[in-house]
């Protein structure tokens, strides 16, 4: 059991006897009253969001998940193909499970796979990863203000904002929790 205090960002807890994801949490505490705390579940079987509020003296059930590291190999008809490492068995996610961070997945990349009752529910991805810019709009000459940002296209085909130094064919890392870049790529 989580108390109170334990719920945050990312843990995740059975609400309605189904597993779901901490998306948001926000402690409220007023004057004379108990704290209490807003958050909002995704359940990790359907996508479905719930807001929730949970008093200072309620607990909720969290999930047992298994864990297994994976490797993304493609994407067919709306379903997320991957191979865990250690078994080598190919398992199938529906892609809409990851939402937006889907920008992210490149063939080859190291993921892990969280199983609830043997069945794949997520994928959990590196914080953060090398990515090649496949596409951006050159420096403007002069504009020497700093943190000018400019939009780039990574080899996945998602847009992140990057500074304007930037150019196409350099490889650069970026947040995948924040959605933003993190610096040059200098390792190969």
């Known amino acids: 059991m989580l108390s109170f205090s334990e719920i945050k960002i990312g843990k995740v807890v059975i609400f309605n006897s189904k597993p779901c994801i901490v998306t948001k949490a926000e402690l409220r ?44 190999l493609y994407e067919s008809d709306g379903m ?38 043997d069945n794949p529910i997520t994928i959990d991805m590196p914080t953060k990863i090398s990515y ?10 002069g504009n ?4 000018i940002t400019k939009d780039a296209v990574i080899e996945t085909g998602k847009t992140i904002k990057v500074p304007a130094f930037i150019v196409e064919g350099e490889k ?3 947040n995948t929790v924040e959605d933003e870049y993190v610096g040059r790529d200098t390792g190969n």
Request: glycine residues 4%; without cysteine.
């Open 172 to 174: 650069i890392i970026v």
């Open 132 to 141: 090649k810019v496949t596409q951006t709009s050159p420096a403007v000459r």
């Open 29 to 72: 505490s007023q004057p004379r009253l108990a704290a209490v705390k807003n958050v909002v579940l995704k359940d990790l079987i359907t996508g479905q969001n719930y807001p929730k509020t949970f008093s200072a003296s309620e607990s909720v059930e969290e999930a047992e998940l298994r864990r297994a590291n994976a490797t993304f």
């Open 144 to 147: 020497t203000t700093s943190n």
């Open 80 to 117: 997320l193909n991957l191979m865990t490492v250690d078994t080598y068995e190919t398992v199938e996610i529906p892609k809409n499970i990851i939402g937006d961070k889907i920008g992210y997945l490149k063939e080859g990349l190291e993921v892990q796979i969280a199983f609830f009752n």
